[in-house]
């Protein structure tokens, strides 16, 4: 069964250095999120992407913050200057597109721990 | 703006009795409706889902969850909780339109199962 893969499953980082989260999302989807869970706290939406572009972003995802798609299938999120405050769970989640109306589900990857000393 | 409101921080039942895990939203249209899992450490498990037709609805794990428009309600329900059903459960909401895909969650509940 197709799944969604991130790596590193856990990342160490000291405050104010770049790092990039890495997710393949499911090969035949076409719109791409990534969320964050702080520890002990809910899972809450960053950004969307679709079609090569930002679909939606949150409070949180400001200029710190980026995405891309780099290929035919990666899905990146980069945070330049990490800050202590983002250290959490972050998950990539894909989604295939719908024909007309209706919905389809979202399916998670694993999630990266991301620990920013 | 969508919303989700989990009530319940933390229910403790004994195995073997009945479970229920209660869920509000806050959706302008036809809501997308999902229950997940997530044990300690883990990603999140999808239990079930809610798109349209029968408000019943039958997930894995034996668990089922019945939507009530008219109280803005998703509960999460099990006749009998084993002991590997202590988790963490997360209700979530999800958008259509502009905002495809978008999913908001709860704050969780938190599952603890006794012998």
């Known amino acids: 069964e197709p799944e969604v893969t991130q790596t590193p499953s856990h990342q160490v980082t000291q405050m104010g250095q770049e790092v990039i989260l890495r997710c393949v999302p499911i090969?035949?989807?076409?719109?791409f999120y990534w969320y964050r869970q702080i520890l002990g706290q809910k899972v809450e939406f960053l950004v969307s992407?679709?079609?090569?572009?930002?679909?939606?972003k949150s409070e949180i995802f400001d200029d710190q913050f980026s995405v891309e798609r780099p290929d035919g299938s990666n899905f990146t999120l980069k945070i330049r200057s990490t800050k202590l405050e983002d250290s959490a769970m972050y998950f990539c989640a894909s989604n295939r597109q719908t024909s007309g109306r209706g919905y389809n589900e979202q399916f998670f990857g694993p999630g990266t721990r991301l620990t920013v000393l | 703006a969508q919303s989700v409101t989990q009530p319940d921080i933390h229910i403790t039942v004994s195995e073997g009795a009945s479970l229920e895990l209660r869920c509000n939203y806050s959706y302008g249209a036809t809501p997308y409706l999902f229950w997940y899992v997530q044990s300690p450490g883990q990603g999140l498990q999808l239990l079930l889902k809610?798109?349209?037709?029968?408000?019943l609805v039958q997930g894995i794990k034996g668990f089922e969850a019945e939507f009530k428009r008219s109280q803005s309600s998703f509960n999460l329900r099990k006749p009998s909780v084993h002991w590997s059903d202590a988790a963490e459960y997360f209700c979530?909401?999800?958008?259509?339109?502009?905002?495809?895909?978008?999913?908001?969650f709860g704050q969780g509940t938190i599952l603890t199962v006794h012998p």
């Open positions: 809610y798109f349209s037709g029968d408000t």
């Open positions: 979530a909401v999800g958008a259509g339109g502009t905002s495809y895909g978008k999913l908001t």
């Open positions: 090969s035949n989807h076409l719109y």
């Open positions: 992407f679709y079609n090569n572009e930002i679909s939606e």
